[in-house]
């Protein structure tokens, strides 16, 4: 697999999961977004509610991934990005407000949008819904898209481990980051064909092929 050793090939592949995510989880209603990567101590990613970026007067809204972020698992990043995601369809389909308190407090709306679009969310103090990890769903669209695996390249700052936990979140309300903590990610593989699948979790997987109950490897 080729690696990403340069930042337009970087953006590249995040706006072609942003693409993928949109229709398989939106159904194409969302709106193409400008994707950034930049430096962030506050957290993993942001949503920018107004057309930060204009051409003329075609305008787009910005979705920002933290550059020291992208050394997690695949799952754990695209659940960031569809985290943002589901800031922008509540704000550009939904049309309703789901953070308050400058963007920190995310409500029930923004709940009741991520449950329904690939994600599990957790009520936590002071940022209400903020906590969002990938669901079942989200994890077997993964298996099916490694392609995006060789987003690889990531953003070293030394001073990100000191400034980590102490900012308030930004304006996507995600909750502050805590320092990277790099979970496992599982390989199975088929004992008769040599299939090969991955997973964030540990769980039975059968291979389409054989029908067998795949290894891990």
Not at 117 to 126: A, I, R, S, T
Not at 173 to 180: K, L, Y
Request: aromatic share 8%; with cysteine; hydrophobic share 35%.
């Amino acid at each position: 697999m080729k690696k990403v050793v340069n930042m337009s090939r970087l953006v590249n592949q995040l706006e072609k999961m942003f693409r993928a995510l949109n229709a398989d989880f939106f159904d194409g209603e969302l709106e193409p977004v400008i994707i950034t990567v930049t430096p962030s101590a506050k957290s993993y990613a942001h949503y920018t509610p107004w057309a930060a970026w204009q051409a003329g007067e075609e305008g787009r809204r910005e979705i920002n991934i933290a550059s020291g972020t992208l050394n997690r698992p695949l799952e754990n990043i695209a659940a960031s990005l569809l985290h943002e995601m589901n800031h922008e369809f509540n704000d550009v389909v939904l049309h309703v407000q789901d953070c308050s308190r400058n963007g920190t407090y995310h409500n029930r709306r923004f709940y009741d949008a991520a449950v329904n679009h690939g994600l599990l969310c957790y009520d936590v103090p002071k940022y209400g819904y903020a906590k969002t990890e990938p669901s079942d769903s989200l994890l077997e669209w993964v298996l099916l898209h490694d392609e995006f695996r060789e987003i690889e390249m990531c953003r070293i700052d030394e001073h990100a481990a000191a400034a980590i936990g102490t900012h308030t979140s930004d304006r996507s309300g995600s909750i502050p980051n805590r320092p990277t903590v790099k979970t496992h990610n599982y390989k199975w593989v088929c004992p008769c064909c040599g299939a090969i699948a991955r997973s964030g979790k540990q769980i039975r997987l059968i291979c389409g092929n054989c029908l067998k109950e795949m290894i891990e490897g």
